[in-house]
């Protein structure tokens, strides 16, 4: 199992441009989580998806964030102008959630997203 | 609205003696469950820990146990025999079951350990 596969691991870019960042879940798992971890304001709750369909997007910071999940192997996350505010570490998780126990959800090893 | 609260922001702890990370959490549901994660300077988080609110058990996994203490609403991890490589930010982290949040993750604000020789 490769685990969940996040990329670009590093990507710098200048306030304006669009930043897509990709994530490939591990194969099975029906919830794909997007998460931002700031010094200030720690691991956010981005979006999250079961089965392909966003659940709640209530933690996406403006419209400028855009996220998809096309099917259930692949998911984007849009940042459309970016701004150095949105300079960060980027997760994706998956998931298999049991009614009882769980296996974990696993994260992959991050994007760090620099807007100069 | 549920809430993690990790109170210590960082620690020291000599090797090979045993440390405890505290984890209050909040929430009214009845179903939950409660997760530990540590992530190194490399920055990945890797799963340590799972406990369910039904469990009667303290969950174990090796040198990781956790002190779930349901009517205080704890559920502390304790590290026996700590080792130089679990200089790590430790975070606590729940998820309620609710058709509302099915699945949701919420975590708190870590704590930091540091394993001195």
């Known amino acids: 199992d490769a685990g969940v596969i996040q990329s670009p691991r590093h990507e710098v870019t200048e306030m304006g441009q669009e930043v897509t960042l990709r994530c490939k879940p591990i194969?099975?798992?029906?919830?794909l989580f997007w998460y931002r971890q700031t010094m200030m304001r720690g691991l956010e709750l981005l979006i999250y998806f079961n089965n392909n369909v966003p659940i709640d997007d209530s933690g996406m910071p403006e419209d400028r964030f855009s996220a998809k999940m096309p099917n259930a192997s692949f998911s984007t996350l849009k940042i459309q102008p970016s701004e150095p505010r949105d300079s960060a570490v980027y997760f994706c998780?998956?998931?298999?959630?049991?009614?009882?126990?769980?296996?974990?959800?696993?994260f992959g090893s991050g994007t760090r997203l620099t807007v100069v | 609205a549920q809430k993690i609260t990790q109170t210590q922001p960082g620690m020291f702890v000599q090797e090979k003696e045993a440390v405890t990370l505290d984890c209050t959490y909040d929430t009214s549901d009845q179903s939950y469950g409660l997760f530990w994660y540590k992530q190194p300077s490399s920055g990945e988080m890797i799963f340590l820990i799972y406990?369910?609110?039904?469990?009667?058990q303290n969950a174990t996994e090796g040198r990781y146990s956790l002190n779930f203490q349901k009517a205080r609403k704890s559920a502390n991890l304790v590290i026996s025999a700590s080792q130089l490589g679990d200089s790590a930010m430790y975070f606590c982290a729940m998820r309620v079951m609710t058709t509302d949040s099915w699945g949701k993750l919420q975590f708190g604000a870590g704590t930091q350990v540091v394993v001195t020789p």
């Open positions: 194969s099975g798992h029906d919830y």
């Open positions: 998780a998956s998931s298999l959630v049991q009614l009882r126990g769980s296996v974990g959800y696993t």
């Open positions: 406990q369910g609110s039904y469990d009667e």
